[in-house]
């Protein structure tokens, strides 16, 4: 449904050329096809995209990397909805459909909207890509939440702010917490490189046929999609392969695929009447698939997390995302001063390194968990998933949120606190985990 | 057009349950089919859970008999009564969530579109008038400015039947009802007149007791949509239970109701004419010849 070739190039009310890239003289002339390089793009294996490609490194913001990232990724269908700090990123997509790297795009209605197409699209077979943040997320969350149900591959990029009042459209990564309990595949890039990688990689690990399942890219917001950082990348002239149709999991929806009967032979669908051990088989069957992501997430994400210094190490740092830069300085810092101090990143939260973090805490003293968020889910994860396999004391914190920035000092603070048992400024006694606070237990048997 | 997804691999015929054989044997799947001809056919539906008697069920059945192409046809419904005769018919059919069905429907048209290039698939959206005219208000106003290339039927019981009887925007002023206790306080919402404004190529409102109009209200619909752009119809398809009507009496309210504010009514666009006309044989459509002209 793109057009045939444009004659003209086309500007923005600005005079801006809708292509990103000035356009070359021979398209001023007329004569140019605006799809011709990408018409040029050559198939090759995910293997081969992840492993083997060279690639050339570039300084450039996440919002690009984003873009950089469709281009190689074969995509049929995206859908724009703008919101900062994601509109950039949904714009550049734009640029990708006016030069055919992107067969179909529309900007929809909002999120609601533009959430409930995309599982149209992935229904309808085809490779689709969205992005939103904050306010948008949660206003997309009913049928996002219902994608993973409804086993519709795709991939949603969620660039985190702010979301409840007062408004703010800061960095925040809040809306994560919702997210992680979809029964979706969450991914937290650190920065533009992950950001790269991940969405490509996405692509290929919701469309396997055991996994079958959406898959959410989360960054923080501003600090990566507005900020600059070096991104190695694969020859724009290759592509991955196009997702195929008959590959998922459950028919999709094209009238090709048997059975005819689809909404009553497979027991989805039929709601009032369905008995309710179908629906929890069904959700069982979507965190399995979950589960089973675990193998192409080692294979082309070179595992669910990252590990700086971690053997030896007495203090254990555990972040995702812009919080896991934070501690990489935080690191540092703390070896300068003798402590015996390392970094578990995060890169899959769904499905979550349960197994890594059991062995590599076993032996910490200390976990400090430094959050981009007022809640701490990330804390609550680590603390769940190491429950008994560890004796550490965890600090659910430093927290910073609404925008604030995280200096290194307040990580470093932190362990400090931690291991000589001072009061921590800012993170609160109830937010710390495997210490008992003998105020608190008296304060609690006056209380019974 | 693929009817291989419909017929047995070599072999198996014997061991699918007799429903399914009869569906492939007897199914109008790649044959025209046509309200007069019930009873000779095993119908794309015929099971369904919805209440006796329910007036919606009969012109679902009906608007099934009507596809143009059953067999490359995909049904996309909302929470809501429909829905649960909808997802009984022997044709893939989408539910996602209340109210997204037009948004869920502009996904499924323009991924098809990308697959199967112009090979027929048709979409037909049929959902409640509260799914449609109150919660899924913006996804279907926007696919028909869009000009989302499928069909919007509203399933119009002037009540959220399946929640219990509440009051929906599409309820007549005045009516009481759950949550309007004392009486609607405004006017029926006019989808057909919004549909207009949006630009919908086709625009009909039919009652389910004339089967035939039915069938060429949706026959017409599905074609234009595939041709020329959205197209909308709204059948007032009574709910007997919420509004009390006797089983015996459903027919005779729909009669009612159609000389009260529910006439028959086709609007067409020049280009919906013109395709009908030129693309599928509808001779009512083709240009009259300018008899003035000829005089001068
Ligand atoms: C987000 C959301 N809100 C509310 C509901 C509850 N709900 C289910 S069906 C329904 C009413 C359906 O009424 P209508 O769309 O008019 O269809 P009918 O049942 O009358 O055919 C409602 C309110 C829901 N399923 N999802
Ligand atoms: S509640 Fe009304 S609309 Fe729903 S099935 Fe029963 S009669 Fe039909």
């Known amino acids: 449904m793109s057009d045939a070739l444009e004659s003209e190039v086309k500007t923005n009310p600005q005079g801006d050329p809708i292509t990103a890239a000035p356009a070359p003289p021979s398209a001023q002339s007329g004569k140019k096809d605006p799809h011709a390089e990408a018409k040029r793009q050559k198939v090759v294996t995910p293997e081969y995209m992840f492993h083997e490609a060279p690639r050339e490194k570039e300084f450039i913001t996440g919002s690009e990397a984003a873009k950089e990232a469709v281009r190689r990724s074969n995509v049929d269908l995206s859908i724009a909805y703008p919101i900062t700090p994601q509109s950039e990123t949904m714009q550049l997509i734009g640029v990708l459909y006016g030069e055919g790297y992107v067969k179909e795009y529309y900007r929809g209605e909002e999120e609601y909207g533009v959430m409930s197409a995309i599982a149209g699209g992935s229904r309808a077979g085809v490779r689709c890509f969205t992005a939103t943040a904050g306010p948008g997320t949660l206003r997309g969350l009913e049928p996002i939440a219902s994608w993973p149900g409804h086993r519709l591959p795709a991939v949603c990029m969620f660039t985190c702010r702010v979301v409840n009042a007062p408004l703010a459209i800061q960095p925040d990564n809040i809306e994560m917490a919702y997210l992680l309990h979809c029964g979706m595949i969450i991914f937290h890039a650190e920065n533009q490189q992950d950001l790269f990688d991940y969405i490509m990689m996405a692509f290929i690990i919701s469309e396997k046929n055991d996994v079958t399942l959406p898959v959410g890219v989360c960054c923080d917001g501003f600090f990566v999609t507005h900020a600059r950082g070096y991104c190695s990348m694969q020859d724009k002239g290759l592509k991955l392969p196009e997702r195929e149709a008959w590959r998922g999991a459950v028919p999709v929806l094209d009238a090709e695929n048997p059975p005819a009967r689809l909404s009553r032979d497979a027991p989805v669908q039929k709601s009032n009447f369905m008995a309710y051990n179908i629906h929890a088989v069904w959700q069982q069957e979507v965190w399995a698939a979950v589960e089973r992501s675990r193998k192409y997430i080692d294979q082309y994400m070179d595992g669910l997390i990252e590990t700086q210094n971690v053997d030896e190490a007495d203090v254990l740092l555990i972040a995702s995302g812009s919080a896991a830069a934070q501690c990489r300085e935080a690191v540092r810092e703390c070896t300068a001063k003798g402590i015996k101090a390392g970094l578990i990143k995060i890169k899959s939260l769904r499905p979550f390194p349960t197994k890594e973090l059991r062995q590599l805490c076993s032996k910490a003293k200390l976990i400090v968990v430094p959050e981009f968020n007022y809640v701490g889910w990330l804390a609550k994860e680590v603390a769940t998933a190491i429950y008994g396999y560890s004796n550490a004391k965890i600090v659910g914190g430093p927290h910073v949120y609404g925008g604030m920035s995280m200096p290194v000092e307040m990580i470093v603070d932190e362990v400090i606190c931690g291991l000589s048992g001072k009061r921590s400024s800012t993170v609160p006694s109830s937010a710390i985990m495997g210490q008992v606070d003998p105020d608190a237990v008296a304060h609690f048997m006056q209380n019974i | ?296």
């Open chain 2, 1 to 296: 057009m693929s009817l291989n997804y419909v017929e047995f691999t070599p072999g198996f015929d014997r061991w699918m349950p007799k429903e399914y054989r009869d569906m492939v044997h007897h199914g109008p799947f790649g044959k025209k089919t046509s309200v007069s001809q019930v009873g000779t056919f095993k119908e794309i539906l015929e099971e369904h859970p919805m209440c006796a008697g329910c007036a919606m069920t009969l012109f679902i059945r009906l608007a099934m008999i009507a596809f143009p192409n059953p067999e490359d046809t995909i049904t996309v419904g909302t929470a809501g009564c429909g829905r649960l005769a909808i997802s009984q018919a022997a044709i893939p059919f989408v539910y996602g969530n209340y109210g997204d069905q037009n948004g869920v429907a502009s996904g499924l048209t323009r991924g098809l579109k990308l697959r199967f290039g112009d090979k027929p698939k048709d979409v037909v959206v049929m959902a409640g008038d509260g799914g449609m005219a109150d919660i899924g208000f913006a996804q279907t106003l926007h696919s028909w400015f869009r000009k989302e290339k499928f069909t919007t039927i509203m399933l119009d019981n002037e009540v959220y039947g399946n929640t219990g009887g509440q009051e929906s925007g599409m309820t007549n002023k005045g009516q009481v009802l759950k949550m309007a206790p004392v009486g609607k306080k405004f006017e029926k919402m006019d989808m057909l007149g919004m549909a207009k404004v949006a630009g919908c190529a086709y625009v009909a409102t039919v009652v389910p007791n004339n089967p035939r109009r039915v069938e060429s209200v949706i026959k017409k619909a599905v074609l234009i949509a595939r041709e020329v752009g959205p197209t909308y119809i709204q059948a007032y398809t009574s709910c007997n239970i919420e509004y009390a009507i006797p089983t015996d009496k459903v027919m005779e309210d729909a009669k009612d109701v159609e000389n009260d504010r529910y006439k028959f009514s086709e609007y067409l666009s020049d280009d919906a004419r013109q395709c009908l006309g030129e693309l599928y044989g509808y001779k009512e459509y083709l240009p009259k010849p300018e008899k003035t002209l000829a005089k001068s």
